[in-house]
């Protein structure tokens, strides 16, 4: 080892050990605190992209970690001939996968709060230009207060200002597509990683299972995402509604890191909570009477509903002040859905499963306007009834 190394730390019991070296205990000989090293054995790179990995990981690490406490820190580097030694926190910790493996399925908080502190680091990264690219529970560790740090920038990127990123990286049930299908791609390929983490919290078991390599890669490639009823029978249907936008193939589709923080963990709510609440407070805003989440499984039901409080020609008419929001997106988007919940509503037959999905849409749209209702100053006043206007033409 490095004898500027030895001459700042004593170097304890090994750690744990991986593709390019091994992570050891060590004492700062000054100080007395504990970190851990991490040394990369230089004679296991033969590729210059690993060259160039080696380079970059400490530069990289420290510029995602500043100001970042969901990113282990690195505090010294060392190197010599034969290796780079990254002086990092110790985390004593077990890392994620070892928690996944003695005790998944994770309750719905428990999985939220750890998804949540993990985007929040990936987020930050995101904002610096850094994609970590790499992200699966092996990287994910734990310090002795329990908090979360992610580790491992030995894959990480920057991209940003026209910059797109190529090369096949990470790993298998974790890697996103479009990294596979070997196409330029961005930042989102953290959140699809993040997102498989969050489906296996959840499930215990991988959403891309396959007996080898290549059947993992193709079933990726084919994202078909799936809740098996025995697995996911007390999932609520709003925590799949955001593994499916996480685990989205088409990324212009899929959420970013900041979306997911906003999407799950904005209000003070459950950010897993039931999707269908939010079409259930549309209707009763509109209403004044409380349909059951019974009703949006049930088209015959939900017609009646609606039936029974709205005239024939329907047209959701909300306060003006509402549309002086100061995101212009938003408020289209606002009206869109007071109005579709409704018009939809209505045109839901008895036998159109159809019309059904379309109003489930509708109604997994409404998380995104959710702050909306829970941080407005404003109230949204509903005009009466008899001053709805619109057209029967669905």
């Known amino acids: 080892m490095s004898e500027e190394l030895h001459r700042h730390f004593s170097i304890g019991p090994e750690l744990g050990r991986g593709r390019f070296g091994t992570v050891r205990r060590c004492t700062s000989l000054l100080s007395g605190d504990h970190f851990a090293v991490k040394s990369i054995d230089k004679a296991c790179l033969h590729d210059p992209l690993d060259l160039a990995s080696l380079e970059q990981e400490p530069k990289l690490t420290q510029l995602a970690a500043a100001g970042n406490p969901s990113v282990v820190q690195i505090h010294a580097v060392f190197e010599d001939h034969l290796s780079l030694h990254l002086v990092l926190d110790l985390l004593s910790g077990p890392d994620l996968f070892d928690r996944i493996s003695a005790s998944a399925p994770f309750s719905e908080p428990q999985a939220a709060q750890i998804l949540a502190s993990l985007m929040e680091a990936v987020a930050i990264c995101h904002r610096r230009g850094i994609a970590h690219r790499d992200i699966k529970p092996d990287n994910v560790l734990f310090d002795d207060q329990g908090r979360l740090k992610l580790v491992d920038f030995g894959s990480a990127e920057c991209f940003g200002d026209g910059r797109a990123m190529t090369g096949l990286v990470g790993t298998p049930y974790y890697v996103a597509p479009e990294v596979l299908a070997g196409r330029e791609y961005d930042d989102k390929c953290d959140v699809w990683s993040a997102g498989v983490i969050l489906y296996v919290m959840l499930a215990g078991i991988v959403p891309f299972y396959g007996e080898s390599a290549a059947e993992i890669f193709e079933k990726v490639l084919r994202a078909n995402l799936r809740f098996p009823s025995a697995v996911f029978r007390d999932v609520s249907p709003s925590a799949k509604d955001l593994m ?151």
């Open 244 to 394: 499916r936008r996480m685990l989205c193939k088409d990324v212009s589709r899929r959420l970013s890191a900041e979306q997911v923080l906003k999407y799950g963990m904005g209000n003070k709510v459950s950010p897993l909570g039931d999707v269908y609440s939010y079409g259930v407070l549309l209707l009763e805003m509109f209403t004044g009477r409380r349909p059951t989440n019974e009703m949006f499984k049930d088209g015959l039901s939900l017609h009646k509903f609606v039936e029974m409080n709205f005239p024939d020609r329907v047209m959701g008419i909300v306060d003006p002040c509402l549309f002086q929001m100061e995101d212009e997106d938003l408020r289209l988007k606002t009206q869109v859905c007071l109005v579709s919940v409704v018009r939809i509503g209505l045109a839901c037959s008895r036998q159109s499963p159809t019309n059904r999905m379309q109003l489930s849409d509708v109604l997994r749209e409404m998380r995104t306007i959710r702050d909306l209702y829970a941080g407005a100053e404003t109230q949204v006043e509903i005009k009466n009834k008899d001053n709805l206007i619109g057209d029967d033409s669905d």
